[in-house]
């Protein structure tokens, strides 16, 4: 499974990068960590006849955390590196946990968030992360940099927004308190295997201790990461219980929402009915957690 | 070391064919089964899922360059006296990760280890005695400052 | 370093590790030459079509190609184009479903090789095999096993009537009549696996023209067989034609037997005069590397009501792919032969129909028909035990074949007539052996339970392994100068330590260290002929060989010292290391090299052993996502004598996780065109580091095996045989309350899920999000 034969840039610049794309429309591929795309070439799915390799880019890289846990991660920032870091744990916690289901040790080393955000498989955890969180993506082009929210970014399986002479520069997650409730749960056949489902969820309490702020959002979607605004309006301004009853109650009214307004569709992995029912599951899982705040087992498989 | 790569070449090919180190073995080159692992500037990462021009400029390990002058490393040793490997076509890419793992984590727990090795795939030794070999070796990383 | 032998059973560390662990492996793509060339294969993109023509235009002008070869190119070097000829149980009538080299005028799997092409490198290779153009006129598909009194879409191969190829009968006593108090039928499945190597197949072929003599490096398991065949293929006598055996990434049945491949790399390299070299990648080989297991079998078990079994009667339908290749007959033989494993079974009635499909061909892979045989029947077991109110274990325990009714012969099968006995084993016991390292009392109060939102359940079962099949295998021994021996076996290495194995057992005999030997195996230029490994003969077989020989040695040593000392035989004290001293005259093994001393072994057997043993299995089943995790696992098995305690037992704990992923993960699924669907490793799930943790495993060595001198038995399936089974039974213990009952493998967390929303008990255990 050797690669086609492609031509190679390695340029040091965005501005050199977008006019390497541009010089050869809908021809070139970026090459970010290339864990993604290389085996897409592997099994020659992909042939692009230029290959533009963004590894000397120096300006897409770089982690800055504000205080209010504001972030900025430049696209090529890994996986590791969020690992990593010292302050992402408690700045952004969810994408701290989710960041730890991404594939395996070796591909945590060199795939990027950039990548994974370009590549828009809907089963990854970072799509999911990053519409959930309600990210903004900044993408250089030719006639200058545009800023979009993540959910108006991926448009289906593998399609997003970006134009072939467009990169994405840098992802920025809004400020993260850090008395909010959140939970990170996915399923998947084995460790390290793209999600058959998982759900990202968080909320903050008001002053009268009612959930605001609702965000749930699902990975394993056929088409594109998507939040269940069902879901969210069932638990916004909800009592949270203290009573173990009612608090199963609320999770079970959250996740039949999740029922209703979710479809999956069926393939030789998985029928659409099942993966309906656990997402509704992981979901029910993830609201009780976080009114218990008895953390749930986040890696599920055999 | 110098050499010049075709540009489609993976990291991968040109270290068992360019430089004639094959101990650096490939299991499905589309980076699922971990067999290529080496370690680029401090990571254990895919060799196939990386072109060789790539790794311009960085400091590679591989599999040959964990012993010490044709000895077994202590996690070497290991992995010959838990009989951690059958074919031993796994082993190449799995000590190169344990390498790159203990060498940042030598205090890893036997969950922790787990879930690193779980990224390399063995079809002969049901894992048992690999995860025993590499626990049983962290005592040598521990303090060391291996590198 | 102590002088005097090894201990057999010792847990000696390989002799090969050393290199292996330096990366110093020779695995056939380590191998270079000066002007190597590389070959790709072209593939059938279609299961089933008719092969007009094929353009090699494009491909022949494309950088660094040298040349494409098709069937024409085979038609008009040989003027035939051969067949490949089933290996086990060849018969006339399935000659017509045998596989030609390559594909001349139908193709029947997708996968088939239509044309191999030769280039400077891999990489151009396989840019010119993309622009290699087959004209096909597809034919309809056919995916499945035939349905009794239904049309299949398509016949395979013209002038049939079905795409049945055979049926292969096991009988014994009178199952068909049999009756009693109690009867159940079911219907149970397998999918398709395949056994997944971590090193894929690969060839280097040399031809050399002035000595027409073609060297082939890359086989492994039978390859004085593969010789044989390539020879006739190519016209030449076996003598000019020797597979050498290097380094190999595992086998488990499916590497070494003779593929398309096996051809078309040797034609190639005599064709260009050259050296060739073709390495299968990752996709080839989901494809072109022989599938398994996959069979639907209905089922009937007849009993006393106090669970005696009185029959054991059903029929399978063996799903075997495009062509009746290599070692098709053998699981297909083996599920209605040994049905009743280690149990005692008066009456046995057991139809395989082997049945033609658009799939890549089925052969032996680790246990087979014997895995499937001990699924159907176990699964049977635990049924009939749970409608008849009788504990598990004990059901068992009473229709274990008892050690004083040994040796017990199971049901007969033909294809042709094949006889089988259980040659002896105290069954009985080695299941209370389990139980209790088990703790099976214990963890009964878990049964059905659930607890923390998971179902446990808990099963054991037994079975019985057939091991060391004949006729016979060969070594021989040699003592050089330098005061080292070297062991040759007509055994192959496969990874699993056989050469320390038979380091260790001519270490003991001869009372020499093991440091001392080296040890070659599996290449046909090391004696006249040999036989190979598998169907887990290499210890018993090549290690009885090796016995033989080095006992032969000594006395051929003995022999020599009191000749050349000048002293009766009786005089001569030996030390450790093969010092021989007498009348103050020591003689050391280098001496005894410099006389050139060496000597041969040959042991015949045309009697299989048994290794047996007992397996349980402790489940827990989420029913909200049908995660099943496996809380612990462990085998007892008795192997007659265990000559390396440490690669007996990693045999078995390896074989057994190969068999989780059979329970679990891995599926070869095809849609109803033919196309295989599972393209890659990411879909074709093998068991992780993370998944199956928890797995014991016990060895005995209670019954020494009569059938062979080392009193051993093989050990390299036993681990996988009893897995399908009690983990399945496990799952169904768990799921009891909710009266499910898994007879379709696999039971990924998706079809586990559906069987729980299918179960015609009420319970908060189902969706409840509708």
Sequence with gaps: ?302 | MAIDVPVRESLADCLRHGLGQTGTHIGCEHGVCGACTVIVGGDAVRSCLMLAVQAEGTKVITVEGLSNGGKLSPLQTSFRKHHALQCGFCTPGILTTAHALLTQEPYASRERILDVISGNLCRCTGYVNIIDAIVDAQPSYVGAGAS | MTAGGAVIGAPIERIDDERLLLGRGNYVDDLHREGLLHAAIVRSPLAHGVLNSIDSSDALAMPGVVAVYTHEDVMRVLGRIPKIPMRIAPLPELAPFEQDVVASTRVRYVGEPVAIVIARTAAEAEDAADRVFADIEPLPAVARCGVVGKEPPALLFEGTSSNASIIYTAKKGDAKLATGPYIRREKLSMQRHTAITMETRGLLAEWNAGASHMTVHGGAKVPFFTRRILAGTLGLPITSVDMIEVDVGGGFGVRGEFYPEDFLVPFAARELDNSVKWIEDRREHLLGTNHAREMQAEMEIVCEADGRVIALRGSVSVDVGAYMRSTVSAPSRNVGQFISGPYDVPNVYMESTCYLTNKTPIGTYRGPGIIEADYLRERMFDMAARDLGIDPVEFRSRNLVPSDRMPYSLADVDGPKRTEELDGGDYASTLDRCLSEFGWNDKAALQGRMIDGSFHGIAVSCFAETTATGPKELARIEMGEDGRLTVFSGASNIGQGVKTVLAQIASATLDIAIEHFDVKVGSTNLLPEGVGSFHSRATVMGGSAVLIAAQTLHKNITAAAAAKIGCDASELVFSPGLDVTARGVTLTRADFGRMKLEAAGEFLSEKRTYGYGSAAAHVSVDPKTGKVVLLDYLVVQDIGRIINRMTAHGQIIGSIVQGLGGVFLENLVYDDDGQLLVGSLADYLLPSAADFPNIRAILLENTPSQSNPLGAKGVGEGGIISVLAVVTNAVAAALASLKVEPNHLPLSPSRLWEMIQASPVASDSKCEWA
């Design chain 1, 1 to 302: 499974m050797k690669f086609a034969p492609f031509e190679y840039a390695a340029p040091a610049t965005v501005r050199e990068a977008i006019a390497l794309l541009a010089s050869r429309p809908g021809e070139a591929k970026l090459l970010a960590g290339g864990q993604s795309l290389l085996p897409t070439m592997a099994f020659r799915l992909a042939q692009p006849a230029l290959l533009v390799d963004l590894g000397r880019v120096a300006e897409l890289r770089g982690i800055e955390v504000a205080a209010d846990g504001a972030t900025h991660l430049g696209a090529l920032t890994r996986w590791c590196d969020v690992q990593d870091h010292e302050d992402l744990s408690r700045a952004q916690p969810l994408l701290a946990r989710a960041i730890g289901h991404v594939a395996h040790y070796q591909v945590r080393n060199r795939g990027t968030v950039g990548g994974s955000l370009a590549h828009a498989d809907p089963a990854a955890e970072m799509p999911c992360v990053a519409v959930t969180c309600e990210a903004q993506i900044v993408i250089a082009g030719p006639s200058g940099d545009r800023v979009m929210p993540a959910a108006d970014f991926f448009l289906g399986p593998l399609t997003t927004d970006l134009a072939e002479d467009e990169i994405i520069v840098r992802v920025d997650l809004p400020a993260w308190p850090a008395t909010r409730r959140w939970s990170f749960l996915e399923f998947s056949r084995r460790p390290g295997d793209f999600a058959l489902a998982g759900v990202a969820l968080f909320y903050d309490v008001d002053h009268a201790g009612f959930a605001r702020n609702v965000h749930v959002g699902v990975i394993g979607s056929r088409m594109r990461p998507e939040r269940l605004a069902g879901a969210e309006s069932v638990m916004e301004g909800a009592v949270l219980p203290e009573d173990s009853e009612e608090r199963n109650a609320l999770a079970v009214r959250v996740a039949k929402r999740a029922f209703e307004e979710y479809s999956a569709a069926d393939d030789y992995h998985a029928s659409g009915a099942y993966r309906r029912s656990l997402l509704a599951t992981l979901v029910s899982r993830a609201v009780a957690s976080t009114l218990t705040g008895e953390p749930v087992e986040a890696r599920v498989t055999h």
